[in-house]
């Protein structure tokens, strides 16, 4: 679940590096979008969001639930074969993004064998060079 503020964008000049523009034009509830990601049945889990929520709704499908992701994360140290630096889940790419030294292909290739094209994403420090 998430709010989207991407009316902010087109408001002309807006800067939220100052506090006067975001206290002026951020979180207006009146322009808020929440978006919030499901498996299963979207029209009842709509209608459950409904009972609190009464603003602009996007209810969307989700292929992986966060639960799913989160086992993922926890079983990433077998899988990598080297120590990682970070994992957290991003639930609106429904990703896991790994910090490497190196993201390896080999073991990105292995990954997205395991768990699918892209619920794996390996993010390395180092590049290589030329």
């Known amino acids: 679940m998430w709010l989207d503020q991407s009316y902010l964008e087109s408001i002309p000049g807006y800067d939220d590096s100052k ?3 975001s206290e002026k034009y951020a979180n207006d509830p ?14 009842g889990r709509e209608a459950w969001v ?19 992701l989160r086992q993922v994360q926890e079983g ?11 994992s957290s889940v991003d639930v609106m790419k429904e990703q896991v993004l790994v910090g490497v030294w190196v993201a390896d292909e ?20 180092l590049q290589p060079v030329g």
């Open 106 to 125: 080999d073991v990105q290739g292995r990954l997205d064998d395991k768990y699918g094209a892209g619920v794996v994403r390996l993010d390395g420090v």
């Open 76 to 86: 990433l140290g077998e899988d990598l074969g080297q120590a990682f630096l970070s």
């Open 50 to 68: 409904r009972e609190s929520w009464g603003g602009a709704l996007c209810v969307s499908q989700a292929r992986r639930s966060e639960e799913s």
């Open 30 to 43: 009146t322009r808020l979008v929440l978006n919030v990601k499901f498996t299963g049945d979207l029209a």
């Open 19 to 21: 506090r006067e523009w």
